[in-house]
DNA sequence: ACCTGAACACCGTTCAAGT
DNA sequence: ACCTGAACACCGTTCAAGT
């Protein structure tokens, strides 16, 4: 006789990424998820395999909506106004929640097919505008790659206090990001 | 009556790095190390506050090579070649070793005063390029801001496999590094 | 001064038992 | 079909006791 689920995938991702953002990926225990889910951490292994496939599904989720607000707030005409603007957005997807941006590209999970498959999913706006700018075919690949190594190594640095020297940090943002759209211009 | 050390600060550092280096972090366990040191986990406290006074001494060793590395690694007269050279040193010592990379820089440790000091000291290299290379005084900041943020985003992607759409990676990197040594010709 | 065993609270995970 | 309590091995950490 089954006994009426008291939670699902959808609502443990949800709560998950919550404790991920709020705290990081350590607060993630599969007690703090299970208390918030109404159920004992053990039932937990009904719905995933394991604390691994629970904040693969929260990494995933972050790629899709990283996606998504890229596409939303890509502004502009010129193609160097446009990618600009992405890489704008991009920067604030990162500082609005650092934890959540730490969440993707942690780890060398890139060896997952899904998280593979949602990793290029969140780098295809960028892509798609670097093509649509009329770069030569074979520069976009290296192009979109420079850019997108830029934005993460400056991210990753603003949100971490890495930026220590004082000095204007969105100066910096706006020098490295000129230098790179000077391809496209 | 004093025990004898069986250990000291610097053997338990120079066991957790290797234990981090062979495997990540998360294989740096105080029995892991203590078992190594020949002793017992409790013990450790005798040195080290706890395990992550452990992991910040590692964090400050790699820092030093690293800057050490940049320094013994670069070559040329012309400042993009001696730049050049020392972007290429820099992403040999991340490839050479990913757990060691990634140990670095982790986390937002950055308010942790000593690693403050450690980051500053082997970001000092490429400062001290950049001066020499003529740069205009308010440019020196942001430019090497966007050269380390591009060299951070590179390798961390490089060495967790997020390249992933086939192509030239060398290519890619020569490519951004290229447009942001343009900076200096 | 340094090392130890015993203990504690926590963690992820397994599994037989419940409904 | 899903949930549970009990159990296990492990983790970092504390502390009184040893030398």
Redesign the pocket.
Known sequence: ???????SRTDIVAIARALVEASGPDA?????V?ER???????????F????AILKAVEIGVLHDLEQVLRRETRGTAAADRVASMAAAYRRFARAAPHRYRAIYSGNAFNDPEIREACLFSAQPLFDELQRAGIAEARTLPLSRTMVAFLHGFVLMEIGNAFQLGGDIEEAFATGLEIILRELR
């Open positions: 006789m089954p006994t009426p689920a008291k939670t993630l225990t599969l007690g703090a299970a889910a109404g159920i004992r951490p053990p039932s937990l292994y009904k719905h395999a394991d604390r691994a």
